[in-house]
């Protein structure tokens, strides 16, 4: 996607930039306005990593920093964002890679779906973050009693039909879901597993934006578990 071809920062901050100032300025309180003191810059995938990891701890012990989520922050965004990580997740409501992480406005490249599945446009979106901001660090997050895994195994099981496009999702999960069925342990909690080595096997497997720059040593995919019950976040692929 040559940058000639599309002015890539435009579909990402124009139009909503100033509307967002006008609701943060409605909406917060003083002690908010002031912009969280920078971070040192993130230069390696270890780094970026390294980050999330420190940021989840942060999380799990109650003693979040909540940075980069004052209006200075806004303002100093308005112009252009610089994600250092990219995150794959599903869209669970109790998942939100920015509160788990502790991360804040700029920090994460959001990409989330029910089941965490890597689609073509999720795909497009994905190879535009590592394209044009250069985010060092994809992360397929998939989590504990996943509804999306849970539907898909139950209509396995029944032989029954999602209503609606929910079957497209229960579809795409189903070759992912099926084969580990039959192993011992929990079923969800194995597909769960299954379904994020196989996002991140795909990621690099249909993409050679991606897989290019992991070969070069500037870019690291790696699968991840969000437990619902601690807040915990731990490395599975």
């Known amino acids: 996607m040559a940058r000639s071809q599309l002015s890539r920062r435009s579909l990402l901050t124009a139009g909503g930039a100033a509307a967002a100032v006008a609701l943060g300025a409605a909406t917060a309180s003083p002690s908010a306005a002031a912009a969280t003191p920078a971070d040192d810059p993130v230069e390696t995938p270890a780094e970026a990593l390294r980050r999330l990891r420190a940021g989840n701890r942060r999380f799990v012990s109650g003693h979040g920093r909540h940075p980069h989520q004052g209006l200075a922050d806004l303002h100093r965004l308005a112009a252009g964002q610089h994600p250092f990580a990219i995150t794959v997740g599903c869209a669970d409501s109790r998942v939100a890679p920015e509160v788990l992480f502790d991360q804040g406005l700029g920090d994460l490249f959001d990409n989330r779906v029910a089941g965490n599945i890597v689609d073509d446009l999720l795909l497009g979106s994905i190879e535009f973050a590592v394209e044009e901001f250069g985010s060092l660090a994809i992360v397929v997050l998939g989590h504990?009693?996943?509804?999306?895994?849970?539907?898909?195994?139950?209509?396995?099981?029944?032989?029954?039909?999602?209503?609606?496009?929910?079957?497209?999702?229960?579809?795409?999960?189903r070759p992912i879901v099926e084969p580990v069925l039959g192993q011992p342990g929990d079923p969800v909690e194995n597909a769960v597993r299954a379904n994020v080595a196989a996002q991140v096997q795909a990621l690099s497997a249909r993409s050679t934006i991606i897989a290019e720059r992991v070969e070069q040593g500037t870019l690291r995919v790696v699968g991840a578990r969000y437990d619902l019950d601690n807040g915990q976040v731990s490395l599975v692929a």
Do not use: K, Q
């Not at 504990?144 to 999960?173: M, W, Y």
């Open 144 to 173: 504990e009693r996943c509804g999306a895994i849970s539907a898909t195994i139950n209509a396995i099981r029944t032989g029954g039909t999602a209503p609606g496009h929910i079957r497209t999702i229960v579809d795409s999960l």
